[in-house]
């Protein structure tokens, strides 16, 4: 969390934050701006809420309070599993929750991974939990996919571990150079919108509200993004977002969506996070607009970049389900997986 207040440079001062002010503002933009031009003589911007507003610094980030563990989190419901990947081997169609905004998918004979990250830093924050990951355990030449640029979803660990797998990467605009120089031989750069199709698999590259930045890259200038994947299933990634219009956008435009993978972490403090990350309240909105038939959530278990506790967004997604009765109809349409866990596509463990 103070990785990203530092790299932007200035953050929001702290105030009681008008969350249904914020979802009224959000859900009231023209979805037509979705296709509009996206850059201008300063980077790179979200056309249907170009603005967010930050009038405080680094110290008022500092001093908001964290969000207490509830006595009830019960750790050893959520904590991560071991998982040496054998499986991936046998090339059976899975998907793999590897921690944070990692997944390895298997279909169609293909291995995708998303926002590979393994190297247990994301510029100065240390992750909470260690995980253990052999890439040789990945097969030669999976498709990576990269949402942006921060430090938890661009990993130069990683991708250098990948490039040793001859991994094809698909990434936005404005960073295919930075990857050449990470040794990568093949790249597909992406605007939104555009799509490639590897192996059977089609990969669009959609719009998502958020921004950039990394040391050596000035704010906003390479791109950001979701992606949906179409093989034998539909799978919608969301990368880093707020819940935003675009989500309705891509349910009607890509209808039967299989599973999503939403983001649901690093959301508080609200005064300074509802631009860019989804909230628990959020996840579910995007699930519905998205009609996807299962949502899984992300964001969470392995690295403390908001104000919450590491396992609190599980926590707080499966006391929604159970304890509101608007929200127990999701019971059988997401599903939680613990770091290190992963399901079979055909069927749901």
């Known amino acids: 969390m103070l990785a990203i207040c530092f790299i932007s440079?200035?953050?929001?001062?702290?105030?009681?934050?008008d969350e249904a002010a914020w979802r009224e503002s959000t859900l009231s933009r023209d979805r037509n701006l979705l296709y509009a031009p996206h850059r201008n003589e300063n980077g790179y911007f979200n056309p249907w809420l170009p603005v967010f507003e930050r009038k405080g610094g680094f110290?008022?980030?500092r001093r908001s309070k964290r969000v207490k563990a509830p006595e009830d989190l019960d750790e050893a419901k959520y904590n991560a599993v071991e998982n040496e990947y054998d499986y991936l081997a046998a090339g059976a169609d899975t998907l793999s929750f590897a921690g944070h905004a990692t997944f390895i998918i298997q279909m169609n004979g293909s291995t995708i991974i998303t926002d590979p990250y393994f190297s247990g830093r994301a510029f100065i924050i240390l992750d909470k939990v260690a995980r253990r990951f052999n890439f040789e355990k990945v097969p030669e030449r999976p498709v990576v996919l990269i949402s942006h640029?921060?430090?938890?979803?661009?990993?130069?660990?990683?991708?250098?571990?990948?490039?040793?797998?001859?991994?094809?990467?698909?990434?936005?605009?404005?960073?295919k150079d930075f990857f050449i120089k990470l040794g990568v031989t093949e790249i597909h750069e992406l605007d939104w919108w555009q799509a490639v199709v590897l192996n059977d698999i089609k990969y669009t590259f959609l719009p998502a509200q958020h921004w950039s930045r990394r040391i050596g890259q000035p704010v906003n200038s390479t791109l950001w993004g979701a992606f949906m994947i179409e093989g034998s299933k539909k799978i919608f990634f969301s990368g880093d977002t707020g819940y935003f219009v675009g989500f309705k956008e891509f349910g009607e435009r890509f209808p039967g969506i299989d599973y999503a993978l939403l983001g649901a972490g690093a959301y508080e403090p609200r005064w300074f996070m509802y631009y860019m990350h989804m909230n628990v309240e959020e996840f579910f909105l995007a699930a519905d607009d998205l009609g996807a038939k299962v949502s899984i959530p992300m964001h969470f278990g392995v690295i403390e970049l908001g104000k919450e506790p590491v396992?609190?967004?599980?926590?707080?997604?499966?006391k929604y389900m159970n304890e509101n009765p608007a929200y127990m109809k999701y019971k059988e349409k997401v599903q939680i997986l613990r770091v290190g866990e992963y399901i079979m596509l055909e069927n749901r463990r």
């Open 59 to 61: 110290w008022d980030l």
């Open 149 to 175: 640029n921060h430090y938890d979803h661009l990993d130069e660990y990683s991708v250098k571990e990948l490039v040793k797998r001859k991994a094809v990467f698909i990434v936005p605009l404005g960073l």
């Open 311 to 318: 396992l609190y967004p599980p926590y707080e997604i499966d």
């Open 9 to 17: 440079g200035s953050c929001a001062v702290h105030h009681d934050f």
